[in-house]
């Protein structure tokens, strides 16, 4: 192979590299995210040591997400736990923590997480009975069903509610995810039915007016004819 042949050919694989997609990151899919918390933490059902803990979605299916909480290792899991959409107004480049802050002495309530760059984050459901403990102890609102519930599984229900520091509780209607413009389907463009008669586009009005100069001028040219005939 000449220097000029193997030149070509070591352009072409370079353009070919270029134009070959990277490798896919898995955790785009299941949002891979490891926490490190520096004092005890509660999620709905269980209440964590300080140490390092990784939160990642398990199912997909429907609007309300499945979160798994494992050891910051992956190996130990530690709590199954559904969500609602939580919308915020900027997306942050690190992963984001909402908590509920409690007494010094009283681990820290999470209320939602969000994976780096998205506006669109999840927000825990605890069950009733925990999440009147835990709306007493932040003095702030938490999301829980409306049914009495005890356990984190029976939190996959369709009813919410928020129950306030006071016991009072409100009803939540948990909206869809929303959906990104890009995968908005548009409706299919409008067919026209086929037209069996001809557009009108003018009155005939002109189409008269033609006909009538067309006869004068016919009978002048007979006119004509007749003289030089004389």
Known sequence: MTTKQLICVSGALAVLCALMPGPVRG?????????TFSRPISVPGVTLPAGDYMFRIVDTTTGRKVIQVLSGDGKTPYAMLHSIPDV?????????????????DQPYAVKAWWY?????????????????????????????TKTETTAVEETKVEELARVE????????????????????ALPPPEV???RTELPVTATGIPAFAFFG???????AGVRVWRLTRA
């Open 165 to 184: 520091p006071t016991g009072v509780e409100t009803p939540v209607v948990a909206e869809p995810e929303p959906v990104a413009a890009a995968e908005v």
């Open 27 to 35: 955790e785009t899919f299941d949002k891979t995210t490891v926490f």
């Open 192 to 194: 026209p039915e086929p």
């Open 88 to 104: 915020k107004l900027e997306a942050s480049a690190e992963p984001d923590v909402q908590f509920m802050e409690t007494a010094k």
């Open 213 to 219: 100069l067309l006869a004068l001028s016919l009978a």
């Open 116 to 144: 780096p760059n998205e506006r669109i984050g999840y927000e825990f459901i605890y069950p009733k009975q925990q999440a009147r403990e835990v709306a007493e102890a932040t003095n702030e609102p938490v999301l829980t």
